[in-house]
């Protein structure tokens, strides 16, 4: 029984599903033995906070989760010293 979409056909007429698969990303932290966490590196930091003010995932970021626990401890020293906002500075209309 056919779908109600029509599929795409590959060169043996089977049906293919046309989905994305992304690449596994890898921990730049790992692949980058000079690059460290620290809670000074504000740049590097606000790279793995959303827009929010939230921490972003493991699962966006690709980060391992070592290096992930080591980011969040370092963005928390870095609201507790004013170096971070903890949310963003408003919503702009």
């Given amino acids: 029984m056919e779908d109600y979409r029509e599929r795409e056909r590959d060169e043996?007429?089977?049906?293919t599903d046309r989905r994305f698969y992304s690449r596994p990303?890898?921990?730049q932290f790992?692949?980058?033995?000079n690059l460290q966490i620290d809670y000074k590196n504000?740049?590097?930091l606000k790279r793995y906070v959303s827009e929010d003010g939230k921490i972003r995932p493991r699962r966006q970021t690709g980060t391992c989760?070592?290096?992930q626990r080591a980011?969040?401890?370092a963005v928390k020293r870095a609201?507790?010293?004013a170096l971070l906002p903890f949310v963003?500075?408003?919503r702009e209309d």
């Fill in 12 to 15: 043996a007429g089977h049906a």
């Fill in 25 to 27: 990303k890898i921990c």
């Fill in 30 to 33: 790992c692949a980058d033995k």
């Fill in 42 to 44: 504000v740049d590097l």
């Fill in 65 to 67: 989760a070592k290096h």
């Fill in 71 to 73: 980011l969040a401890v």
């Fill in 79 to 81: 609201r507790h010293i």
């Fill in 88 to 90: 963003s500075s408003g």
